[in-house]
């Protein structure tokens, strides 16, 4: 069945997971980017409608996650149609919520269902990897990779690019809270050291395997004992107003294992339920409120599903 127009919903995802910088991610269910694709006889790529981003967002097709990727498959599949794209952001830029690839997931997958879905998710991925270097600069797949495939997943390599789906334990619920700051990916990227100690590379590598680990055994106590992060979060940390006391509220209120969302400023929780997780939640909330700093804040399981059609 040939359609005109679809209408798709992508996630934010949580980045990095404390100790897998770059490699490792998972989906939300909220927040996330809706994205309207309509076939038009202009024979051009244009982006005719942002909402919720202030004005913030390029409406340049060659400048947009979006755009970038509707321009990309259609060359890959060899074919001139022109396509408008509405965006509407429904969820906050700069949040360390991987805002730019859930624009890009969303349009991607909608433009795969337009042309009658001609390539697998797993096909998708390096069309949205390539956007990301449009947003930041670099072509990182920890966002874009759990936001199209849904649930967690491990970048083992990223030349050649190898994206791994891992298995979600049940009861695993995230809960995200993001403070009403900002930081620039470019800064937090600029922050971190060029080299790092060996001791520290193995206790990294091996909190990165016993996480993994710990999903594919649904062990919660092996989970918790690897939500570490040995080499990023101490430098990126002080880039947030009053973090220890956040994230020792969460732990103190049953959280498995708590630390930056992406490049931040949102932090994330993992619990064993929904009950912990909103308690984890209101706890980090007072925390960052102590120190006059609002707050939104997201709970919800693993988001095994990806992007959606809502139409």
Not at 34 to 58: A, C, M, P, Q
Not at 226 to 234: A, G
Request: aromatic share 6%.
């Amino acid at each position: 069945m040939t359609r005109d127009s679809v209408r798709v919903y992508a996630p934010a995802t949580v980045a990095n997971v404390a100790c897998g910088f770059d490699v490792l991610g998972f989906a939300l269910y909220e927040p996330g980017d809706e994205v309207i694709l309509r076939k038009n006889h202009t024979g051009k790529i244009e982006i005719i409608l942002i909402t919720g981003d202030e004005g913030k967002l390029s409406r340049d097709a060659t400048k947009n996650t979006a755009g970038v990727v509707v321009d990309s498959f259609l060359k890959h599949l060899g074919l001139r149609i022109g396509i408008s794209i509405e965006l509407h952001k429904k969820m906050p830029l700069g949040s360390g919520l991987g805002s730019s690839a859930a624009s890009a997931v969303a349009a991607l997958f909608a433009i795969n269902e337009l042309m009658g879905q001609p390539l697998t998710r797993m096909e998708l991925l390096p069309f949205a990897v390539e956007a990301e270097r449009v947003a930041c600069g670099t072509a990182h797949a920890d966002n874009v990779a759990p936001a199209l495939l849904g649930g967690f997943t491990l970048v083992r390599s990223y030349d050649p690019l190898d994206v791994v789906k891992l298995p979600v334990p049940s009861e695993l619920f995230a809960t995200v809270v993001h403070p009403h700051i900002e930081i620039r990916t470019e800064d937090a990227r600029s922050i971190l050291r060029k080299s790092v100690p060996l001791k520290d590379a193995i206790a990294q590598w091996g909190n990165v395997g016993g996480l993994v680990a710990g999903l594919l055994m649904a062990d919660y106590a092996l989970i918790s004992r690897s939500l570490h992060d040995q080499i990023v979060e101490p430098m990126r940390s002080l880039l947030i107003p009053n973090f220890a006391q956040v994230k020792k509220a969460a732990m103190e209120a049953g959280a498995l294992g708590c630390s930056i969302s992406g490049s931040g400023p949102s932090m994330f929780a993992l619990s064993t339920s929904l009950h912990t997780g909103q308690n984890i939640a209101h706890a980090m909330k007072q925390a960052f409120a102590a120190v006059n700093i609002q707050t939104d804040c997201y709970i919800s399981p693993i988001n095994t599903e990806g992007p959606r059609l809502l139409d």
